[in-house]
């Protein structure tokens, strides 16, 4: 995009990490930076932000917690935490018209500046706790901190987006006064150029391919995708079911289990390796146990490929019921997959149909070029910009 095509705005860009580097927070960081620097004249990296020694004894204060008293403390929401970040952050905001906060709640919560804030996470701590691991056990004190960090943080903020309804409406439910600054704009895909639209592809084949994506075998549902394996097997449906991310333990050992283990996308045959299956995989199968948002679900639309998921956390934002795949309840068994399986086997037109929905979903919705001209759309409504877009 030529530069006068850009908004001529200047915008402060706040990340606890370095906005540069890929794997902080599922490379959503880097890849909003990217869009942002495609649409805006000027953007400002206001982080990493590691202030020391403070966040090693906060660390160290967490750590003698967990062996003395099995709790945790969630100091990256704690108020010294946010003080120290703000102190660093409103000397470095001269010529800022706009501050942009992904996962932004210490480090906007105790900001004292008049610059707008727009607040962008794909959680809200109120819906969330206990919910995850991360937000799990925390000690009382921790517990309450973390709720009144939130909501100045949530005052404090002019605009509010969350990539799901499942946080918005987490939000809005702990503090209904910002009801009218909360919005949700679904997260776009990682991916460093759009793929070209999916190839033709005959369904059913004579073995259906199933893909799962995920790190962790159990919090991804990895026990239930292999039962749906076995399942479709067991009723005379040919099937595989091609894992990448993770290495299931040995006692999965069906011989239509595919063990990719870990892809690195930066590795030019590893990222080849997850294309071709993506490119290739009749259906997207992960009953992952909790799920904040789910960038593998925007990846898996680009490649117009139909979901099998959870019904739970930001998913159902992403995957549209019938349209683009089908979601399932926590409770529902591999069983309950084939199902669902068999159903569209005989009902090929609807997965072409989902196929096509689901391209047609990343090509207008989630993609980060899509999100960034909503935030600065809905930052100028707020009075956020004084800029024409």
């Excluded at 993506?278 to 490929?305: Q, S």
Aim: proline share 6%.
């Amino acid at each position: 995009m030529a530069n006068e095509q850009k908004v001529p705005i200047t915008i402060g860009y706040i990340t606890v990490d370095d906005p540069h580097d890929r794997r902080t927070w599922s490379g959503i960081n880097n890849f909003l930076l990217r869009a942002l620097n495609e649409r805006v004249e000027r953007v400002i990296p206001l982080g990493p932000l590691r202030p020391q020694p403070l966040l090693f004894l906060l660390k160290l204060i967490n750590q003698v917690m967990l062996r003395t008293t099995g709790k945790r403390f969630n100091y990256r929401d704690s108020f010294l935490l946010s003080r120290a970040y703000a102190r660093r952050i409103d000397r470095r905001l001269k010529g800022v018209d706009l501050l942009l906060a992904p996962a932004g709640l210490a480090t906007t919560a105790m900001l004292r500046t008049k610059v707008p804030v727009v607040y962008v996470n794909d959680r809200c701590i109120a819906g969330a706790l206990d919910y995850h691991h991360i937000l799990s056990g925390l000690a009382a004190f921790s517990r309450k901190e973390s709720l009144k960090l939130e909501q100045r943080a949530l005052e404090r903020a002019d605009l509010v987006i969350y990539s799901s309804h499942w946080a918005a409406e987490a939000a809005v439910r702990s503090n209904s006064s910002i009801a009218a600054k909360v919005h949700v704009v679904p997260f776009g895909a990682n991916l460093e150029v759009a793929p070209a639209p999916p190839d033709a592809h005959a369904f059913p084949p004579e073995r259906l391919k199933l893909l799962m994506l995920g790190v962790k075998w159990e919090e991804k549902g990895g026990p239930i995708a292999y039962r749906t394996l076995q399942e479709l097997k067991f009723r005379g449906y040919p099937a595989q079911l091609v894992v990448c991310g993770c290495t299931p333990p040995p006692e999965f050992d069906d011989p239509d289990l595919v063990r990719e283990g870990f892809l690195n996308k930066n590795i030019p045959a590893d990222l080849e390796k997850l294309v071709h299956h993506l490119r290739t995989a009749d259906l997207l199968i992960l009953p992952t146990r909790f799920e904040a948002y789910g960038i593998v679900f925007c990846e898996a639309a680009a490649y117009g490929l139909p979901v099998l998921a959870s019904r739970t956390g930001g998913i159902p934002t992403i995957v549209q019921e019938g349209r683009t795949g089908f979601l399932f309840d926590l409770e529902d068994d591999g069983v309950a997959y084939a199902d669902r399986i068999i159903e569209l086997v005989h009902r090929p037109g609807q997965w072409q149909e989902m196929r096509r929905n689901a391209r047609a979903r990343y090509e207008n919705t989630l993609n980060w070029e899509a999100f960034v001209n909503s935030l600065l759309s809905l930052a100028q409504d707020a009075g956020c910009i004084n800029k024409d877009l």
